[in-house]
């Protein structure tokens, strides 16, 4: 049985990092599906961007600067949605940042500035959001890992994070599963977006180049699109996925091990 419009209406769903890329195509995709959806990134201008695009196609939508790795802002962030959207009960954990290099030249400030991203970032904003959801006897989280979490050379701190990100889901999926929280992890593959052609920058290819020689590596024979990531959101934050909690989703066109 599918949600009904009104009951999808009432739903109001955050989205870090969501000012472009993979991000974007989520909060357009859910305020599709009828959520209300809070668009999060540092550059709440482009934020704004895609707020607009979602009303002008007839949906709700507000844009809020959160730096994810400051807990102040996190909480700032939260009281702005709940004043202005409602509660949410819906989180997607997407923002994210790479400092790409080799282990030895890796400094901390590199270590640090993504791992904060990633994973102090979805902690502080799942703790920020796990009340609503667990008032309302009903919440979906949506964590961001990626293929890296299988390790991937020159990305020590960024496959280290989104290897944590599964095992904060899994556990996630544990505590909140008896409040009627759901929680579940999306790994893409390589998808089409401003940070993969930051990566075929860094090793020196043109993205053209970059995405022919990936695409070539890949089982159905292409790259990713965000919309790709989107779809598999939209079906986690569905009530057709209620009995699916603690799992990692590889979305790589192909398998993963």
Same mark, same amino acid.
């Given at each position: 049985?599918?949600?009904?419009?009104?009951?999808?209406?009432?739903?109001? &769903?955050?989205?870090?990092?969501?000012?472009?890329?993979?991000? &974007?195509?989520?909060?357009?995709?859910?305020?599709?599906?009828? +959520?209300?959806?809070?668009?999060?990134?540092?550059?709440?201008?482009?934020?704004?961007? #895609?707020?607009?695009?979602?009303?002008?196609?007839?949906?709700?939508? +507000?844009?809020?600067?959160?730096?994810?790795?400051?807990?102040?802002?996190?909480?700032?962030?939260?009281?702005?949605?709940?004043?202005?959207?409602?509660?949410?009960?819906? +989180?997607? @954990?997407?923002?994210?940042?790479?400092?790409?290099?080799?282990?030895?030249?890796?400094?901390?400030?590199?270590?640090?500035?993504?791992? @904060?991203?990633?994973?102090?970032?979805?902690? +502080?904003?799942?703790?920020?959001?796990?009340?609503?959801?667990?008032?309302?006897?009903?919440?979906?989280?949506?964590?961001?890992?990626?293929?890296?979490?299988?390790?991937?050379?020159?990305?020590?701190?960024?496959?280290?994070?989104?290897?944590?990100?599964?095992?904060?889901?899994?556990?996630?999926?544990?505590?909140?599963?008896?409040?009627? #929280?759901?929680?579940?992890?999306?790994?893409?593959?390589?998808?089409?977006?401003?940070?993969?052609?930051?990566?075929?920058?860094?090793?020196?290819?043109?993205?053209?180049?970059?995405?022919?020689?990936?695409?070539?590596?890949?089982?159905?024979?292409?790259?990713?699109?965000?919309?790709?990531?989107?779809?598999? #959101?939209?079906?986690?934050?569905?009530?057709?996925?209620?009995?699916?909690?603690?799992? #990692?989703?590889?979305?790589?066109?192909?398998?993963?091990?």
């Amino acid at each position: 049985m599918t949600t009904s419009t009104s009951t999808t209406m009432n739903r109001i &769903a955050i989205v870090t990092g969501a000012a472009r890329g993979i991000g &974007a195509s989520i909060a357009r995709r859910l305020a599709s599906d009828g +959520l209300a959806v809070a668009v999060t990134d540092l550059d709440e201008s482009a934020c704004q961007g #895609v707020v607009d695009e979602i009303e002008a196609a007839g949906g709700r939508g +507000l844009a809020v600067r959160v730096d994810v790795s400051d807990e102040e802002a996190v909480q700032d962030g939260v009281e702005q949605i709940v004043a202005h959207l409602g509660e949410p009960t819906v +989180l997607v @954990n997407n923002a994210g940042i790479i400092r790409d290099n080799l282990l030895f030249r890796m400094t901390v400030e590199e270590w640090d500035a993504v791992t @904060n991203v990633h994973l102090r970032g979805s902690f +502080l904003m799942a703790r920020a959001a796990q009340g609503f959801m667990t008032q309302a006897g009903w919440g979906r989280i949506v964590n961001l890992s990626s293929t890296s979490a299988l390790g991937n050379r020159g990305q020590a701190n960024y496959s280290a994070a989104k290897a944590g990100i599964q095992g904060f889901t899994k556990t996630l999926a544990l505590e909140l599963g008896k409040f009627g #929280v759901t929680a579940n992890a999306i790994a893409p593959g390589f998808i089409e977006t401003d940070m993969t052609a930051a990566t075929a920058a860094r090793i020196g290819m043109s993205f053209e180049d970059f995405k022919t020689a990936a695409a070539q590596e890949i089982p159905v024979g292409r790259v990713g699109q965000p919309d790709d990531i989107a779809n598999a #959101v939209s079906f986690f934050v569905s009530e057709r996925a209620g009995f699916v909690s603690g799992q #990692v989703l590889y979305v790589a066109g192909g398998p993963q091990t």
